[in-house]
């Protein structure tokens, strides 16, 4: 089960083969809701990335994401590579933005 689960997985993250008894298109579509969902996470937590990415975020983020056979552990290391993926194309100037602390969001604290 565990080995026919990771096939399934590997076909909507990662472009592998689409298992058998699965519908093609249906694996496809969901496969590209998926990169839309990750490419909106990624652009809320690096705005810079999706700005830098201007209006090809979609075509940028996606050629980000057929680049690498998983997505990395979490959304903010996502975000952090698609910025670096970008910055490698030069599309995006400069260094990171300095990481903000949790406490520097609440009222009155910079």
């Given amino acids: ?7 399934v997985v590997a076909a909507l993250v990662a472009g592998a083969e689409v298992p058998e008894g699965f519908d093609l298109e249906r694996m ?25 990415a ?3 975020l979609a075509a940028e983020f996606a050629a980000y994401a057929r680049a690498r056979a998983t997505p990395p552990p979490g ?3 996502d975000a952090d590579d698609f ?7 030069g ?4 260094e990171p933005p ?4 949790w406490w520097s969001r609440l009222p009155g604290i910079r």
């Fill in 1 to 7: 089960m565990a080995e026919a689960q990771g096939r």
């Fill in 28 to 52: 496809r579509a969901q496969a590209v809701s998926l990169v839309s969902k990750r490419r909106a996470i990624v652009a809320r937590l690096r705005p810079d990335a999706a700005a830098a």
């Fill in 54 to 56: 201007g209006p090809d």
């Fill in 75 to 77: 959304y903010r290391a």
């Fill in 83 to 89: 910025a670096a993926w970008l910055r490698e194309r």
């Fill in 91 to 94: 599309r995006m100037p400069g």
């Fill in 98 to 101: 300095p990481k903000r602390r």
